[in-house]
């Protein structure tokens, strides 16, 4: 086993940060110190086989990203980003666990769908991966099939208010599946939009000739999202089930989830990097057909509208708990220019997995979020939302050795890797994508190291892992519930 000592870098937790060092045996953590504690020894370092030396850095427990697609199946076309590709991608940005949703599809059983996923996963992610479970056909076979969800390690499923004819629930379906919830403990993830409402929104404004990426915005509206959110709370109110709201992206839908909190109810939000920074104006409406990078469900939303603002707001206050990218990448070319002159045919999705906690630290350079909120939103609560906290989520004895190292005083310029020579411009990318949609963000902060179970996965710019590192963690029921 390899021992590793981390010293000289000031810890940060999601309760404060100190100065300390970190002994790692193996792959779990097996001492937080303080600087210079003899109780080990006179001289540690030269007794371990490994130092890193974090001076002047933050020691963080590993991103966890709580929402991501890798090679989803989704409108004639799959996420650009393999389990390989966009598990290592995520570790270049510090992400050490994500959780990605196993499909069943319509016409599928439960179990069949969680074992294509596994099959697409196994040996093939460079960080720990666990699963959520989208029902896609909720029938009799599969409320059945949830009493046998957690045993597997998937305590959380996904429903779909939206995308009827593919993923959609009715309230009836739903009503079903959160008697399922509230019985079992599974936590219920919902996908909060009126998709009904909207596809005849969709349908209008195709038959007034307007087909540009911006108009996928216009007629996913806010007041859908808003109505949908506060439907799910209320049956989530009556069957006492746990609900978990997925990329909530406006303002009004945050006002519902706040009041059902500060009545009691075991409601939470999440967001994600898109809504806080991008916006229906600038990047949905950007000329041409470049807004269908930009393309994602919910939509991005009206910065004129304030909802960008209102979400950081929610993040300090903690009516929104956590931050997810739902990582969905598509390249343009030969896949959302399937949508050139017919939005509603543009595949959904963004790609951030890489970037998450570079654009969430610089949320703490500007003062939205403190240091320790940055790690709770990106780390803690992930962990404690989806049952993992403990091995997951936190530097402490005896949990996973997922540690980023941060420097506060390093650079990271976001962008597309390579210029129109095709030369590389020395920029972070490693999705596999052929832009970015977060092409020249500049981050004061980069991520210096990254190791994974102990194992050093990223340093000096390179990646030092290989694909088959990450292995399936099985999660337990929720630790956030009130
Ligand atoms: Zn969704
Ligand atoms: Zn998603």
Known sequence: MTTTLITGGTVVTATGRSRADVLIDGETIAAVLAPGSLLLGADLASGVDRVIDATGKYVIPGGIDAHTHMQLPFGGTAASDTFET??????????????????????????????????????????????????????????????????????????????????????????????????????????????PAIDVLVGQLLAE??????????????????????????????????????????????????????????????????????????????????GAKWVCSTPLRSRAE???????????????????????????????????????????????VEHRLDLLYQGVVTGRISLERWVEITSTTPARMFGLYGKKGVIQPGADADIVVYDPNGHTSIGY???????????SHHMNMDHSAWEGYEIDGHVDIVLSRGKVVIAENSYLGAKGDGRFVKRGLSQYLI
């Open 86 to 195: 966009g598990t290592r991608a995520a570790a270049w940005g510090g992400t050490t666990t994500i959780i990605d949703f196993a499909v069943q599809s319509y016409g599928q059983r439960v179990f069949d769908g969680l074992a294509a996923w596994h099959e697409k996963a196994a040996g093939n992610c460079a960080i720990d991966y666990g699963f959520h479970q989208i029902i896609g056909d909720l029938n009799a076979d599969s409320l059945q099939a949830m009493d046998g969800l957690l045993a597997e390690g998937v305590s959380s499923f996904k429903l779909f208010m939206a995308y009827p004819g593919v993923f959609y629930s009715d309230d009836a379906q739903i009503l079903k599946a959160m008697q399922k919830s509230a019985e079992t403990g599974l936590m219920t993830m919902m996908h909060a939009e009126n998709g």
């Open 209 to 290: 000739g307007k087909t540009d990426p911006y108009y996928h915005g216009v007629a996913r509206a806010w007041q859908l999202e808003e109505e949908a959110t506060h439907r799910a709370i209320m049956l989530a109110n009556l069957t006492g089930a746990p609900l978990y709201v997925v990329h909530v992206s406006a303002k009004q839908a945050v006002a519902q989830l706040a009041a059902a909190r500060d009545n009691g109810q075991n409601v939470f939000g999440e967001t994600c990097p898109q809504y806080l920074y991008l916006s229906l104006e600038e990047n949905l409406g950007a000329p041409g057909f470049e």
């Open 306 to 352: 304030g909802h960008q603002e209102h979400l950081w707001q929610s993040l300090r206050t903690n009516d929104l708990q956590l931050v997810s990218t739902d990582h969905c990448p598509f390249c343009m070319k030969g896949q959302k220019d399937l949508g050139l002159g017919d939005f509603s045919k543009i595949p959904n999705g963004i790609g951030s």
């Open 417 to 427: 890797g390579t210029d129109e020579f095709g030369e590389p411009t020395g920029r």
